[in-house]
């Protein structure tokens, strides 16, 4: 008789507890607790205020946790390195984490949670941004993600430089993607391209030049594209499912969102627009949303625009854009409301109040600092017809008041 004997043999996951009070390498086990550098299947707690942990190789780990609700920074460096994650990364508000150089790398379960930063170099494999998490994206240099498989639940915050995909990069967007810059998103490493999906909402705002989605990124939308300010160009193929939604922003001289489209829309959606700001249009402004080459249908079955009850609008389907126009002023907004004052510059201060309330004027008065508040009220002239005037500022006057009145 013989028996044969099978061993099987697992390799434990640990925790392990940076323990030095100062900054050091990640692979010198003297700064951990037990004495081993944390690995594979292990999770890493840095949570010792003010300190750098730095990567000092290449670098695979169960899970991350970095920081904690207190107070002090800890931060964690990737120094050049790659970083690879079999599991969740933690940036709890002390800790700090920028992907500035080397690499991080998603294997499996690669959650990201909390505020994450990245300034340069490239992410790649699977990586989840959690619900209620925040990635950064800054600084003018390229962002390369590559082949990377990114899903967002949080709020991706898109403020400068390139972002350069291809090479297979697919991205499902169910949150936020807020594109606060004028920059590109490439199919940069070529075949089989780059895929972006949009559940979410894919939004545009503070600056009024144009992100471009080039040729190569192909962009399926069945969630809502919001230009708030500035242009969302899709340069490349795109599919705008049926359900879609639009919102456009107007702010007049501060800036108006629109979509240009590289091809013909043909899709029935929703438009949704919004006034910025104390923008208020006048009769006869007309503004360009979405250009295309051609349309076919109703695009917009289901509207709702600004100020209901106090401007007119028109929609236009013209042969290469679809327009929104002021046809009348039709009411003065009679409720009271608050006047609004900031400085404007070093001599000026400008107030303001909402357009649904022009026809309001507002009164001036002037008095010595002993006196305060009287009934001297004096009519600015043209307040009536406007929602804003400048005042100069004048340090003499001891006191000034101001109010809305109506009629």
Same mark, same amino acid.
């Given at each position: 008789m013989a028996f044969l004997f099978v061993a099987s043999f697992s390799i434990r996951a640990a925790t392990i507890n940076w323990t030095n009070a100062a900054s050091g390498g990640w692979g010198t086990a003297a700064n951990w607790n037990p004495n081993s550098v944390p690995s594979t299947n292990d999770t890493a707690i $840095? &949570?010792?205020a003010g300190v750098t942990v730095s990567l000092n190789g290449a670098t695979t780990i169960g899970a991350i946790i970095l920081g904690t609700n207190g107070a002090g920074t800890v931060m964690l460096s990737l120094a050049g390195w790659t970083l690879a994650l079999n599991g969740p990364l933690t940036?709890?508000?002390?800790?700090s984490f920028t992907v500035d150089s080397g690499a991080l790398v998603g294997n499996t379960n690669a959650v990201l949670s909390g505020t994450i *930063?990245?300034?340069?170099?490239?992410?790649?494999?699977?990586? &989840?941004l959690a619900s209620g998490s925040t990635l950064n994206i800054t600084t003018g240099n390229n962002h390369f993600i590559g082949g990377c498989i990114f899903t967002n639940s949080g709020t991706v915050n898109w403020s400068d430089g390139q972002l350069l995909a291809g090479g297979g990069a697919a991205f499902y967007n169910y949150g936020l993607w807020n594109a606060q810059d004028d920059q590109n998103?490439?199919?940069?490493?070529g075949d089989p391209g780059t895929v972006f999906n949009n559940f979410g909402t894919f939004r545009k705002e503070l600056t009024s030049g144009t992100t471009t989605i080039f040729s190569g990124v192909t962009l399926n939308n069945s969630g809502k594209l919001d230009a708030q300010?500035? /242009?969302?160009?899709?340069?490349?193929a795109y599919t705008l499912a049926n359900g879609t939604k639009m919102s456009f922003g107007l702010g007049?001289?501060?800036g108006n969102g629109s979509i240009s489209l590289s091809g013909a829309a043909s899709f029935t959606g929703s438009l949704s627009a919004n006034l910025n700001g104390f923008f208020w249009p006048g009769v006869g402004s007309s503004f360009n949303l979405l250009n295309y080459t051609s349309?076919?249908?109703l695009l917009f079955t289901n509207t709702t625009l600004p100020a209901p009850g106090y401007i007119t609008w028109q929609t236009n389907y013209n042969a290469t854009a679809f327009a929104l126009s002021v046809v009348a002023h039709t009411a003065t907004n009679t409720v009271s409301t608050n006047l609004h004052v900031s400085a404007l510059n070093g001599s000026n201060i400008l107030l303001q109040w909402p357009g649904d309330h022009i026809g309001w004027t507002i009164q001036a008065q002037t008095n010595p600092v002993t006196v305060g508040l009287s009934i001297n009220w004096a009519t600015l002239p043209g307040s009536s017809l406007t929602n804003q005037i400048?005042?100069? $500022?004048?340090?003499? /006057? *001891?006191?000034?008041f101001f109010r809305m009145i109506y009629p």
């Open positions: $840095i &949570t010792n940036v709890n508000p002390s800790g *930063g990245w300034s340069a170099a490239n992410l790649g494999g699977n990586l &989840t998103f490439l199919n940069y490493s300010d500035g /242009n969302i160009a899709l340069q490349g007049g001289p501060a349309e076919s249908g400048v005042m100069p $500022i004048d340090k003499t /006057n *001891g006191s000034v």
